[in-house]
Structures are given as C-alpha cells and as structure tokens.
C-alpha cells in the first residue's frame, strides 16, 4: 500500500510469461487478500488456496493492544491451467517452521525460511525447471532452487539486496537446513 508498484499491471505480465500449468505463491497479509486475489482471478490466474506458515512466535504489536498478534503469514497457492503437486505424501495447508530468537540476523525485512520455500519449489517443479521470482529480495528462492537442480530468474530492485543475494548464490558450499 505504501509504494508505487501496479499490482495488477504486474500480476497481468506474470499470467503472460509463466507456463501453462503451472504454479504461483504469493504471500500476502489478510488486509490485502481481498485486493490481491480478484486481481489474479482477473489475470486469468486460478485461486486454489490460501498456504498458513505457522511461526513459534507472534509478530510484534505494532497497533499497541488494538488488534490480535499474528503467529502467521498467508500465501496465497494459485494455478496457471492445471497442474498436481509434484509430492503429495504429508502435503497440508499448515506450514509450521519456527523463527529462532533474536540473535538471527535477517538479510530482508520480509525473508522467509529457505525450508518453506524449498517446499514450494519440490512441491511445483521438477529438476532443471525454471522458477521465476519478482521480488528476490535477498535471495532465498534462489538459493533453493541452487540447491533442488533448478534454474531461475529473480528480480530485485534494490540495490543492497542485489549484493546480499548475489553473494548468498556465489558461495562454493550453500549450507543445507540453514535456515534463511
């Protein structure tokens, strides 16, 4: 709500560019979700489901006792045709992977857990596949797909964040199980 990006113009370039068939996540907050989702629907995009990633630890009250602390992030699952989930064993719309203390030093103010993105990667493309994604941010999807054997592209405008995830992708080693 605070920036100068066109969604929709955006959402409508994502529906033109991405395969027949196949999948698109994207988190967003339960204020945006009546904004957000028609503009996908609208693009040509499916509404399959929302996604919960379930946190150890609440969000900080930032509206000092107006409102209920969220222990959660939704994203939303859509579908470009129609494509099953590449492993279905154990699948659910519950995510629960914690967040560690406060001692965590966080690349991006909206990272998310490599784990949970590697989710989404195995869950949706199989070996050498392209995965794109238009707000890198730091790298993690990136990360994921180096270490699951697929390609991507990923999109960051931000200078500082260009520079943490190019130096994420240029390590010999990526660490398995890191956590961001």
């Known amino acids: 709500e605070n920036n100068n990006l066109d969604f929709e113009a ?5 529906f033109r560019v991405l395969k027949k068939n196949t999948h698109l996540y994207c988190f967003f907050s339960e204020k945006q979700s009546h904004k957000i989702i028609p503009l996908f ?4 995009f499916k509404f399959v489901q929302y996604l919960i990633w379930v946190k150890n630890r609440s969000t900080p009250d930032l ?4 409102k209920y602390r969220y222990k959660h992030e939704l994203c ?3 579908q470009k045709g ?4 590449r492993r279905q064993s154990g699948q659910s719309t519950v995510i629960e992977h914690a967040i560690l203390g406060e001692q965590l030093k966080y690349l991006h103010p909206t990272q998310k857990p490599l784990p949970v993105i590697k989710r989404f990667i195995e869950n949706s493309t199989d070996e050498n596949q392209v995965v794109l994604d238009c707000f890198m941010g730091s790298g993690t999807t990136a990360v994921g797909c180096k270490q699951l054997n697929r390609q991507f592209i990923g999109f960051e405008i931000a200078p500082e964040y260009v520079e943490i995830a190019n130096n994420r992708l240029q390590q010999k080693t990526l660490i398995t199980g890191q956590l961001f």
């Not at 629907?41 to 040509?44: L, Y």
């Not at 509206?63 to 107006?66: A, D, I, Q, V």
Request: hydrophobic share 40%; proline share 0%.
């Open 10 to 14: 955006i959402i409508n370039e994502l």
């Open 82 to 85: 129609w494509s099953k989930l």
């Open 63 to 66: 509206t000092y006792g107006h």
């Open 76 to 78: 939303g699952f859509f």
């Open 41 to 44: 629907e609208k693009a040509g």
